[in-house]
């Protein structure tokens, strides 16, 4: 019933039915491109491993932008998207999301699912071959570069890594997607991309988190929220203190210390988000908080552990890139998107970064065919 009476919910979840049954059939026909290009077979393409100017590994706007600029540029790119890497399907983040209404382009917002069928058509437009496979292990250590997932090897000469971080989500009664869960019904990971919107304005809402990002979001929301209660199982955040002043002395903002949400329940019968049950960790009474909203702010994990520490990482795990451009610690290796922007993780700053990893590449491949020219 709930899913009738929210026709955007229903059509996104069709949209991801549709997109995760018919995947195989657009895969295919991307891998019998390569096949016929690269090897007669499967069995031989592991035998023979693919050769490429540049691997693109990744499936959000960030690797489907570098895939469109190398792509036009002739560079014949082969794309590795992953199958529920991480547990998203291909597509990223944008996927588990349903109306966007912040990406240039589209003035009546567009569903997640939808952007990402457009980005993935375009890079097949243009010659890129995808692979729903993913990588599992990368050889950056010689040249060419090379990367293994359970069925193929490619070697490459260039290498953009856009493979995204992943929102931490806390696990209770309702947190889930799965029937009687409010995920994308009423809670969300990121109040920048969903704050906004209609069922959230002037309603009261909740942050769960301690940090600057649960700081930082609490304050954004109470630009449309009627208040914005921050949930946090100690008695002091982790946040700058700049950060938390500016949250704490916010008139609409309320804070709710030493506190954990145990489960989240509906609104009446109408399938969407209505109210927390929380539990005070110092007293374990249980109390309701009626909120039509719930931001998890607890962080992000960069979808790095498949590199295996061959390229330089800070401490939270994501890709140290020279500062205003994406190069990283090995050369000939670019990062793009949310991989290596712990800032922004906007769509439209990952599509950003997503074209200056192609341009520089497409500038290293020049640099070191040019230099095999000399020593020839």
Known sequence: MSYWSNPSRLKTLLRKARTLVGLATTSAAATVTTAESFSSSASSAMESPLRTKVCIIGSGPAAHTAAIYTARAELKPILFEGWMANDIAPGGQLTTTSDVENFPGFPDGILGMELMDRCRNQSL?????????????????????????????????????????????????????????????????????????????????????????????????????????????????????????????????????????????????????????????????????????????????PATKFLDKQLELDSDGYILTKPGTTQTSVRGVFAAGDVQDKKYRQAVTAAGTGCMAALEAEHYLQEIGSQEGKSD
């Open 125 to 301: 437009r243009f010659g890129t071959t995808i692979f729903t496979e993913t990588v599992n292990k990368v050889d950056l250590s010689s040249r060419p570069f090379k990367i293994t997932t359970d069925a193929k090897t490619v070697l490459a000469d260039s290498v953009i890594v856009a493979t995204g971080a992943v929102a931490k989500r806390l696990n209770f009664p309702g947190s889930g997607d799965a029937p009687g869960g409010f995920w994308n019904r009423g809670i969300s990971a990121c109040a920048v991309c969903d704050g906004a919107a209609p069922i959230f304005r002037n309603k009261p809402l909740a942050v769960i988190g301690g940090g600057d990002s649960a700081m930082e979001e609490s304050t954004f929301l109470t630009k449309y929220a009627s208040k914005v209660y921050i949930i946090h199982r100690r008695d002091t955040f982790r946040a700058s203190k700049i950060m938390q002043s500016r949250a704490v002395s916010n008139p609409k903002i309320e804070v709710i210390w030493n506190s954990v949400v145990v489960e989240a329940y509906a609104d009446g019968g109408r399938g969407v988000l209505g109210g927390l049950k929380v539990k005070n960790l110092l007293t374990g009474e249980v109390s309701d908080l009626k909120v039509s909203g719930l931001f998890f702010a607890i962080g992000h994990e």
